[in-house]
């Protein structure tokens, strides 16, 4: 297993599950592993955003990578942690996102869906309306 690495710094948040890192002083494109949050365009999208953007604030960030390290687009793959908390799982049990395994990066995606559910149950972040019109990947099918 690959050691966890520090961030340097929050760079930018793209959307509810892809953000910029500064890593050991170069610009790191992340994507967060098995989590799917709705797209900037899309319902929900601004609210995954900002919410990123207010659990991170300063805070001090840890990078942990999967099995797979990198997606298609090269962008890295990994669970994103703040000193008390993993923004991954964050954003699925508030409701901003849906758990999403993809092989091989399948470590928590048994705690992810058990979080989806909760969320769901407690009408947390879009379940308080039953949930997305559309998917995040049915949306950027369409778009």
């Known amino acids: 297993m690959t050691p966890?690495?520090?961030?340097?710094?929050?760079?930018?948040?793209?959307?509810?599950?892809?953000?910029?890192?500064?890593?050991?002083?170069?610009?790191?494109?992340?994507?967060?592993?098995?989590?799917?949050?709705?797209?900037?365009?899309?319902?929900?999208?601004?609210?995954?955003?900002?919410?990123?953007?207010?659990?991170?604030?300063?805070?001090?960030?840890?990078?942990?990578?999967?099995?797979?390290?990198?997606?298609?687009?090269?962008?890295?793959?990994?669970?994103?942690y703040t000193p008390n908390a993993m923004l991954n799982l964050e954003l699925v049990r508030q409701g901003f996102a849906l758990a999403y395994p993809v092989p091989p990066n399948l470590r928590h995606a048994e705690l992810f869906e058990r979080a989806q559910k909760a969320a769901r149950k407690n009408g947390r972040g879009f379940w308080k309306q039953g949930g997305l019109r559309l998917t995040p990947r049915e949306y950027r099918k369409l778009h």
């Open 4 to 80: 966890p690495a520090s961030a340097d710094s929050l760079l930018r948040v793209i959307d509810g599950d892809s953000l910029v890192l500064k890593m050991n002083g170069h610009k790191t494109e992340i994507r967060l592993i098995g989590v799917d949050a709705p797209e900037h365009g899309q319902e929900w999208g601004d609210a995954a955003r900002d919410f990123v953007i207010d659990f991170l604030g300063d805070e001090p960030l840890e990078v942990r990578f999967g099995k797979e390290r990198t997606d298609r687009y090269g962008r890295t793959l990994a669970y994103v």
